[in-house]
């Protein structure tokens, strides 16, 4: 039975005059454009000046930030007043102060005397401003302990090395979490508008009066698309690996593994859904919500640990939260299943529970 | 198991909320028997008829369809039917064929039979060539024939017929009644509900459904005598004449 089952859902897929080739373009879509559009690296951050020094150490201190290439210089004087009346006004996101003794007191190495204020309207765009406004200010005082050997007091004394993604790449860390986006997608959304439109044409009729096994007729509904999920990544990894030239740390193996314990998930949410929709519209709504709470409480976006408890207690019902660390785990660390039995845990009791609801709450008899 | 009759159906009650679908109603249809089931849109036809296929579960009453429960044994039930509904239901992105292989497939056929009827079964309906079109591009006349050799495609006991002949030509639906025919001449019981009164003089007994009860039940000869009518029209509007509620 599963065999007939199985050739009706690949015909199908294949006949669809837009399936196969959405397939085909979302993996591509995903790698090629959305790496660049989702950075966070910033750029262009409007910086005001208020210079009451006018000396030459500080005008090398504001070149320094300038040429850094994150800021953009919108005033350069000595009017408090005029930066703050910019960045009320939205035209300055950042404000670096200067004080009168600067140029003495640096050279002196008794003090550094600099103020910063960002506007935080904008958090992301806050919060790196002054990080990198203090990079700028660090790099410069490295400079010129380098140059005079004098010792000029540090402004801050941090010391950061990142493990795993040492550059920071962004792209690179982004990579795997749009995976995930691309494979949650998909599996959610095809099963469960497969049923529905198989309602909509009154199909399902005919096969709800056979005697199917509901375990057959969903799990035949499934496995086509953990083909078309395995197509997505394996296009994902080489497309990452062709054109950024990233490869996964971990063994590709593993990918799969976790990709096949989502794929149960999601595609038991979605053959739920469908089961209590009467038409697309309903099923799509439905599945677009989940998706979207999915993804911004997964930590793909925002890390988890920075929300409120409560939250937190949320996202262990998010199948996204544990794949995306499984993926990120695997392909920037090298971690393996054992190391993240969390995760593996998390998924298979979310699909246990997915599936069972699906299959429980198909009715061949109303 | 009775071997007698192939559906007894004994004070079936179908509500959803406050509205009552099937109000009460009883009947018995022998085996090999052609048994018409008439009545206003809306008069409860369908969803009786979905009941006896294991597709609804009834409010309350009992009833066997052969030889099966209908609130416990659906899935029994439905191995030894078939169901023509009212709406094309078969695949219409999968060829005439390829329909024909998966509902052999699901009924557990093997690969070969199924090869075997599906040749027979395109030599039957005269449209060997169109084995490879798509059902979708079928005109309504051979789809309905399609659906119906499919549905008899595991040589069920009973079949289902929901309105198997709405809108074709007159001379489509005669044929179809040919093979109605010969299927009954084989055995199988079916069980067949039409608008159309001159289909119901074919029938060997027909039941007409007033809002959800049985008004009237005998063979076409039967009633046009007890309702002193010339033929079966006369005869269906006196009795779905005395219908209360509104579609």
């Given at each position: 039975?599963?065999?007939?089952?199985?050739?009706?859902?690949?015909?199908?897929?294949?006949?669809?005059?837009?399936?196969?080739?959405?397939?085909?373009?979302?993996?591509?879509?995903?790698?090629?454009?959305?790496?660049?559009?989702?950075?966070?690296?910033?750029?262009?951050?409007?910086?005001?000046?208020?210079?009451?020094?006018?000396?030459?150490?500080?005008?090398?201190?504001?070149?320094?930030?300038?040429?850094?290439?994150?800021?953009?210089?919108?005033?350069?004087?000595?009017?408090?007043?005029?930066?703050?009346?910019?960045?009320?006004?939205?035209?300055?996101?950042?404000?670096?102060?200067?004080?009168?003794?600067?140029?003495?007191?640096?050279?002196?190495?008794?003090?550094?005397?600099?103020?910063?204020?960002?506007?935080?309207?904008?958090?992301?765009?806050?919060?790196?401003?002054?990080?990198?406004?203090?990079?700028?200010?660090?790099?410069?005082?490295?400079?010129?302990?380098?140059?005079?050997?004098?010792?000029?007091?540090?402004?801050?004394?941090?010391?950061?090395?990142?493990?795993?993604?040492?550059?920071?790449?962004?792209?690179?860390?982004?990579?795997?979490?749009?995976?995930?986006?691309?494979?949650?997608?998909?599996?959610?959304?095809?099963?469960?508008?497969?049923?529905?439109?198989?309602?909509?044409?009154?199909?399902?009729?005919?096969?709800?009066?056979?005697?199917?096994?509901?375990?057959?007729?969903?799990?035949?509904?499934?496995?086509?698309?953990?083909?078309?999920?395995?197509?997505?990544?394996?296009?994902?990894?080489?497309?990452?690996?062709?054109?950024?030239?990233?490869?996964?740390?971990?063994?590709?193996?593993?990918?799969?593994?976790f990709?096949i314990l989502d794929?149960i998930v999601?595609?038991?949410?979605?053959?739920?859904?469908?089961?209590?929709?009467?038409?697309?519209?309903?099923?799509?709504?439905?599945?677009?919500?989940?998706?979207?709470?999915?993804?911004?409480?997964?930590?793909?976006?925002?890390?988890?640990?920075?929300?409120?408890?409560?939250?937190?207690?949320?996202?262990?019902?998010?199948p996204?939260?544990y794949f995306?660390?499984a993926?990120?785990?695997?392909?920037?660390?090298?971690?393996?299943?054992?190391?993240?039995?969390?995760d593996v845990a998390g998924l298979a009791a979310l699909g246990?529970?997915?599936?069972?609801?699906?299959?429980?709450?198909?009715?061949?008899?109303? | 198991?009775?071997?007698?009759?192939?559906?007894?159906?004994?004070?079936?009650?179908?509500?959803?909320?406050?509205?009552?679908?099937?109000?009460?109603?009883?009947?018995?249809?022998?085996?090999?028997?052609?048994?018409?089931?008439?009545?206003?849109?809306?008069?409860?036809?369908?969803?009786?008829?979905?009941?006896?296929?294991?597709?609804?579960?009834?409010?309350?009453?009992?009833?066997?369809?052969?030889?099966?429960?209908?609130?416990?044994?659906?899935?029994?039930?439905?191995?030894?039917?078939?169901?023509?509904?009212?709406?094309?239901?078969?695949?219409?992105?999968?060829?005439?064929?390829?329909?024909?292989?998966?509902?052999?497939?699901?009924?557990?056929?093997?690969?070969?039979?199924?090869?075997?009827?599906?040749?027979?079964?395109?030599?039957?309906?005269?449209?060997?060539?169109?084995?490879?079109?798509?059902?979708?591009?079928?005109?309504?006349?051979?789809?309905?024939?399609?659906?119906?050799?499919?549905?008899?495609?595991?040589?069920?006991?009973?079949?289902?017929?929901?309105?198997?002949?709405?809108?074709?030509?007159?001379?489509?639906?005669?044929?179809?009644?040919?093979?109605?025919?010969?299927?009954?001449?084989?055995?199988?019981?079916?069980?067949?509900?039409?608008?159309?009164?001159?289909?119901?003089?074919?029938?060997?007994?027909?039941?007409?459904?007033?809002?959800?009860?049985?008004?009237?039940?005998?063979?076409?000869?039967?009633?046009?005598?007890?309702?002193?009518?010339?033929?079966?029209?006369?005869?269906?509007?006196?009795?779905?004449?005395?219908?209360?509620?509104?579609?």
């Amino acid at each position: 039975m599963w065999k007939y089952l199985l050739e009706k859902e690949f015909k199908q897929f294949f006949r669809d005059p837009g399936l196969p080739r959405m397939a085909l373009a979302f993996p591509v879509l995903m790698m090629l454009v959305f790496p660049f559009a989702v950075s966070m690296d910033i750029r262009n951050i409007n910086l005001a000046a208020v210079d009451n020094c006018m000396s030459e150490e500080s005008s090398r201190l504001i070149e320094k930030c300038t040429s850094s290439g994150y800021f953009r210089l919108v005033y350069h004087g000595q009017s408090a007043d005029e930066a703050m009346r910019l960045m009320d006004n939205n035209k300055a996101d950042a404000i670096i102060t200067i004080m009168p003794g600067f140029d003495r007191e640096t050279v002196s190495g008794s003090g550094f005397p600099v103020g910063i204020k960002v506007n935080t309207v904008n958090g992301t765009k806050g919060s790196l401003g002054s990080q990198y406004i203090l990079q700028c200010v660090r790099s410069y005082v490295g400079e010129k302990n380098a140059a005079s050997g004098t010792t000029v007091p540090p402004a801050a004394d941090i010391s950061e090395k990142y493990y795993f993604n040492p550059g920071m790449d962004y792209k690179l860390f982004m990579i795997p979490a749009l995976i995930v986006i691309a494979i949650t997608m998909i599996t959610a959304f095809l099963p469960a508008l497969n049923i529905v439109s198989e309602k909509e044409a009154g199909t399902i009729e005919q096969i709800n009066v056979t005697p199917v096994s509901k375990t057959a007729f969903i799990a035949c509904k499934m496995i086509p698309y953990w083909a078309i999920a395995f197509f997505i990544l394996t296009a994902c990894l080489i497309i990452a690996w062709a054109v950024f030239g990233y490869t996964s740390r971990g063994s590709v193996l593993w990918l799969y593994l976790f990709t096949i314990l989502d794929i149960i998930v999601m595609a038991g949410l979605g053959l739920l859904i469908s089961n209590y929709s009467s038409n697309a519209q309903q099923a799509m709504f439905v599945i677009w919500f989940f998706a979207v709470i999915f993804m911004l409480m997964s930590g793909i976006f925002t890390p988890i640990a920075s929300m409120p408890q409560w939250a937190q207690y949320i996202t262990y019902l998010n199948p996204m939260r544990y794949f995306a660390d499984a993926m990120r785990a695997v392909y920037l660390k090298g971690s393996t299943p054992a190391e993240l039995w969390y995760d593996v845990a998390g998924l298979a009791a979310l699909g246990s529970v997915m599936v069972g609801a699906a299959v429980a709450s198909y009715r061949k008899t109303e | 198991m009775n071997t007698e009759y192939a559906i007894r159906i004994r004070n079936l009650v179908k509500k959803f909320g406050d509205f009552t679908a099937v109000d009460n109603i009883s009947f018995d249809v022998r085996r090999g028997e052609i048994f018409g089931f008439l009545g206003a849109n809306g008069a409860g036809k369908t969803t009786a008829m979905r009941i006896l296929c294991g597709l609804s579960r009834p409010t309350s009453g009992s009833g066997t369809v052969a030889g099966f429960d209908i609130c416990r044994e659906q899935e029994k039930i439905k191995k030894n039917i078939g169901y023509m509904s009212q709406k094309f239901s078969l695949y219409p992105d999968l060829t005439v064929r390829e329909n024909i292989r998966l509902f052999g497939g699901i009924y557990g056929l093997k690969d070969r039979t199924i090869r075997e009827k599906t040749e027979k079964m395109l030599e039957m309906l005269g449209i060997r060539d169109a084995g490879d079109r798509f059902a979708a591009e079928l005109p309504l006349g051979w789809k309905q024939k399609l659906s119906f050799c499919i549905a008899l495609i595991h040589s069920p006991q009973i079949i289902f017929l929901d309105e198997p002949t709405g809108g074709v030509d007159p001379e489509t639906r005669r044929r179809f009644w040919e093979s109605i025919y010969d299927t009954a001449g084989n055995g199988t019981t079916v069980f067949v509900t039409t608008h159309y009164m001159d289909e119901a003089e074919y029938c060997d007994r027909v039941s007409i459904m007033v809002d959800g009860r049985i008004d009237a039940m005998d063979s076409p000869a039967g009633l046009k005598k007890k309702f002193s009518a010339g033929n079966m029209d006369e005869v269906f509007r006196t009795v779905a004449g005395r219908a209360v509620r509104e579609e």
